[in-house]
């Protein structure tokens, strides 16, 4: 089986942050099959993991062209902002402003 790193390539890391995702690039410093099946464990100069045989986990990603170009724009460890709560909150602010209100009532006369 084909290993998705190899020592000294680049991978994008994943930190939880309070307000959103933090993206990181990181390096891999050591590859080596892990225990289960299609697995690989690697080590980073941000941490360890296990990933599977696409070169995913729970927080590293592959680099690919829409991530490196963000990194390049916006620096290493940029904070990506989750965009369904931003989209609630504009719904929300903008209802609001319009004077309309979720307070459906008991008015409809059908009792």
């Not at 994943?14 to 933090?22: A, F, M, N, S, T």
């Not at 099959?33 to 990933?51: C, E, F, K, L, Y």
């Not at 724009?73 to 990506?80: A, F, P, S």
């Amino acid at each position: 089986m084909n290993r998705p790193y190899s020592a000294g390539q680049n991978l994008a890391w994943l930190d939880p942050h309070p307000d959103g995702i933090r993206l990181h690039r990181a390096t891999v410093i050591h590859i080596q099959p892990a225990d289960q099946a299609n697995r690989w464990n690697i080590s980073t100069d941000r941490g360890d993991a296990t990933v599977d045989h696409t070169g995913h986990s729970g927080h590293i990603l592959p680099i690919g062209p829409d991530i490196a170009t963000e990194l390049y724009i916006r620096g290493d460890g940029y904070l990506i902002h989750p965009t369904i709560i931003e989209h609630r909150q504009t719904i929300e602010r903008d209802g609001h402003d319009l004077g309309l209100s979720a307070d459906n009532g008991d008015d409809l006369g059908l009792d």
